[in-house]
């Protein structure tokens, strides 16, 4: 059996590019292949409500229910983006090798306002909590969008700078010269990493995309959103991750953290485990973090994010 394998994507400029990646990696293995830009999301009737399909994700909703309904056999995603469990049916078929794990400062002119007052822009709650764990004397303005969007808010507004994931400013070749690694800041869990989901039933397509995994990438994301599954955190609550692996020592070193709104609480946990040992390391740590006041924290923060 040999079919055309449709992939679904949002049209954003870096979901193009992230589905046509897949696409040409796919294609080399010579597999035919369909890009489909999926655009609604409230026109496909289903059996179920969403809520009971387990569709959450505020960024994949739209690829969730046009796989469901039949319309795209794949959706690709930036899987920091991806709710830690996923719909019924659908399943994790590929991780890709993962790029630049570093949040930047893209910054206008002289970066004193980093030891003065000053205004950094962010739409995501981890940076938010971080930036102000730092420097609590900043504003931090909201700023929402697709990566072209904050850009281009990021020169209309009369901003010091703002935070982006480096992986979707390189990607897109959007990275500019006036920017600041921010080694310091844990990163969101899987940032920098692509997922590819399919359908479970569906094994053409899987066996494809098994050819397309980067196992380290596999191992390292799991840990990472392991932890923030087990803390209990959405997409948007302030918790970072990150999983590496170190080739010398054969062994798995996490780092994690979670944080108030306002930066001012933070439970942080470091850890290098055996590569062996990695299949509960996130759990284990977000126990850790709990148990030694964060489950406290994680309390607050859900009410607070229900206003």
């Known amino acids: 059996m040999t079919k055309t394998i449709r992939i679904g994507t949002r049209d954003s ?32 009737i289903l059996d179920k409500p969403l809520y009971e399909l387990g569709i959450t994700g505020i960024f994949t909703k739209t690829l969730d229910v046009a796989m469901i309904a039949g319309k795209v056999d794949i959706a690709v995603h930036s899987m920091k983006d991806v709710p ?15 790029a630049n794990i570093l949040d930047i400062l893209v910054h206008k002119g002289s970066l004193d306002f980093l030891n003065e007052n000053g205004i950094i822009a962010t739409g995501s709650l981890r940076r938010k909590a971080q930036w102000l764990n730092k420097y609590p004397q900043h504003q931090v303005e909201d700023l929402r969008g697709n990566v072209n969007t904050r850009m281009q808010k990021l020169k209309d507004n009369p901003w010091n700078g703002a935070i982006f994931a480096a ?14 690694n921010l080694d310091w800041m844990v990163p969101a869990p899987a940032q920098g990493a692509m997922l590819v989901v399919a359908m479970e039933n569906d094994n053409y397509t ?24 087990t803390l209990e955190g959405g997409c948007t609550a302030p918790i970072g991750a990150l999983a590496t692996y170190n ?16 930066g001012k609480q933070k439970f942080e946990i470091e850890k290098t485990v055996p590569i062996n040992e990695w299949k509960k390391l996130g759990f284990l740590a977000a126990k850790e973090i709990l148990e030694n006041g964060g489950e406290q924290l994680m309390k607050q923060l859900r009410e607070q994010l229900k206003k």
């Open 13 to 44: 400029e870096l979901a193009l590019w992230q589905a046509h990646t897949v696409q040409k990696k796919l294609n080399d293995l010579g597999y035919k292949t369909e890009i489909v830009a999926v655009k609604a999301d409230g026109d496909i």
């Open 84 to 98: 830690t469990v996923l719909p019924q049916g659908i399943v994790q078929a590929a991780v890709l090798e993962r």
């Open 247 to 262: 080739e010398d020592e054969d062994a798995i070193v996490f780092k994690g953290n979670l944080l108030s709104i306002d």
């Open 167 to 180: 992986a979707g400013l390189e990607r897109i070749n959007l990275k500019p010269t006036e920017f600041v």
């Open 206 to 229: 899987l066996d494809a995309l098994v050819q397309l995994n980067d196992i380290e990438t596999e191992i390292c994301t799991h840990i990472e959103r392991q932890f923030l599954r």
